[in-house]
């Protein structure tokens, strides 16, 4: 593994990625990559604009390569709520990274994401959320090197908490 290692952090939208990455990174004097805005980017358009006019696979693939062209070091990495859906991405990630999942609740989830319609949300037209948290907890889980249970911690302590379990 290189020397200045990323910093990896999975989780469903809302559970802090970007908020929680950008603290990490202030924290560690690291660079923060957000890869939703790097699909945004080099694709034109938002996430939703993707999502609404060719639908949530073909997200999931410029996710994918996205994440695969990333060649970052020494970096805290927020990525999209659906990079686990990728094999390839998440071993490509893991090479030179820590991966760490925010874990909060679906209710969490909930409350602060509020109407997830907007969110451009990478989910197939007939899920529920719930079958959405469901299906993407056991992925998160299955990746991620550390978890950090984030439900009762504001950003900062979510932050520490990180920090803490890091090597």
Known sequence: MNEHPNIVLIGMPGSGK???GVLLAKRTAMEFIDTD???QSAEGKTLQEIVDG???Q???HIEERVLCDL???GAVISTGGSAVYSEAAMSHLKTNGRVVFLDVSLST???RIGDYSLRGISKRPDQTIEELFAERNALYR???DIIVDCDALNQE???QAVLDQLP
């Open 18 to 20: 970007s908020t929680v």
């Open 37 to 39: 805005l790097l699909i």
């Open 54 to 56: 060719t639908g949530y």
């Open 58 to 60: 073909a997200l999931r």
């Open 71 to 73: 060649h970052a070091s």
């Open 109 to 111: 989830v909930q409350h």
């Open 142 to 144: 299955r990746y991620a």
């Open 157 to 159: 302590e979510a932050c």
